[in-house]
């Protein structure tokens, strides 16, 4: 079954200390990832993809295969990184599998 | 620059009733998809339209249709509204020479309430 897990709802943490927001993914092709974000009062909007290996905005995630995950880390987060992120999974480039998300508040 | 976007923003119905929630692609995005987000809940795939004719499709049920139009515009459609049809109605096009990376451009939403 193709499945993406986000363990954690919330994430707090304070400005200037590490983030790492935990994705697993359950797919038995090769996949394609994405950290998609939403910040209060916008949509949707992709962050970064896998296989581009980009680090946007301080973030970076690197596909772990062997342990099936897909973690988003930033080493100093901001008070403005605070927003929903989801993890989603392509399949067949036809539909994107999302996780439940993860919200991340950082406190100044 | 996305420039997808949807009408209407709000809605109110009560069960049984249809409804139907527009979206409008950027020109040259030829890939719909149509997201249900429920509270709490990560975007969940309904179905997706490339050149007007359905291209795949999620776990939802017959009462959950859709058109894409020639212009980019598109519609989602459900019939017989049932209370857990309560969600935020997510489009997201995609260009026709996107790579391979999917990455979709998403609407602001459509909050569909059911009474």
């Known amino acids: 079954a193709q499945r993406v897990t986000q363990p954690e709802k919330l994430l707090s943490v304070f400005k200037g200390a590490p983030v790492e927001l935990k994705c697993n993914y359950s797919?038995?092709?090769?996949?394609?990832l994405f950290w998609y974000v939403q910040y209060s009062r916008q949509r949707l909007q992709l962050l970064l993809r896998h296989i581009s290996r980009e680090s946007i905005k301080g973030f970076t995630a690197d596909l772990n295969k062997g342990e099936t995950s897909f973690h988003l880390k930033k080493p100093f987060a901001q008070e403005e990184d605070s927003a929903m992120y989801y993890c989603a999974l392509s399949v067949n480039t036809d539909k994107l599998i999302f996780g439940t998300g993860t919200r991340l508040q950082v406190f100044p | 620059e996305t420039g997808v976007t949807q009408s209407p923003t709000h809605l109110i119905k009560t069960r049984g009733q249809q409804v139907t929630l527009r979206c409008s692609s950027q020109?040259?995005?030829?890939?719909v998809s149509w997201y249900q987000q429920a509270l709490g809940q990560g975007p969940q795939f309904i179905f997706q339209?490339?050149?007007?004719?359905?291209?795949g499709r999620g776990n939802f049920p017959p009462r959950f249709s859709g058109l894409q139009f020639p212009n980019y515009s598109s519609e989602l459609n459900v019939n017989a509204l049932e209370l857990d049809d309560s969600a935020l109605y997510l489009c997201a096009s995609r260009p026709l020479y996107a790579s391979s990376y999917n990455e979709q451009f998403f609407g602001p939403g459509t909050r569909l309430t059911v009474l």
């Open positions: 020109s040259g995005h030829n890939t």
């Open positions: 339209y490339y050149r007007e004719e359905e291209n």
């Open positions: 797919y038995s092709g090769s996949p394609e």
